[in-house]
């Protein structure tokens, strides 16, 4: 499985992104039966998880420094993980990466993640 990330840039604190992970890969292999998350890496830390939706998307959970800010959601029809950003801080500044866990339900801990993405920046200017 391959995922292709998108959506990162530029932003001024305040502002809003939003993240796209589409996932491809041989044989039609999809990521509907998987759950589905995001984590991040500012340089110097240790990748960290932001936010994870289960394999239908009726469970989602947030790190406790973006509950009420970011809001996961996912296109099963569409192989596709999104991550709405916004009232985004300096501090959310970092790569972020979307990932497959290995289950129905969000990998919440990187040893848990099956497939990752290539990453995409996220800078937001004071």
């Known amino acids: 499985v391959q995922l292709q990330a998108s959506g990162g840039g530029l932003v001024q604190t305040g502002g809003s992104l939003r993240l796209s992970c589409g996932a491809s890969g041989a044989s039609g292999r999809t990521i509907s039966n998987n759950g589905l998350g995001w984590f991040r890496q500012a340089p110097g830390k240790e990748r960290e998880f932001v936010a994870g939706i289960s394999w239908k998307g009726g469970t989602t959970n947030y790190a406790d420094s973006v509950k009420g800010r970011f809001t996961i959601s996912r296109d099963n029809a569409k192989n596709t993980v999104f991550l709405q950003m916004d009232s985004l801080k300096p501090e959310d500044t970092a790569v972020y990466y979307c990932?497959?866990?290995?289950?129905?339900?969000?990998?919440?801990?990187?040893?848990?993640?099956?497939?990752w993405g290539q990453g995409t920046q996220v800078t937001v200017s004071s």
């Open positions: 990932a497959v866990s290995r289950s129905a339900m969000a990998a919440s801990r990187p040893e848990y993640v099956n497939y």
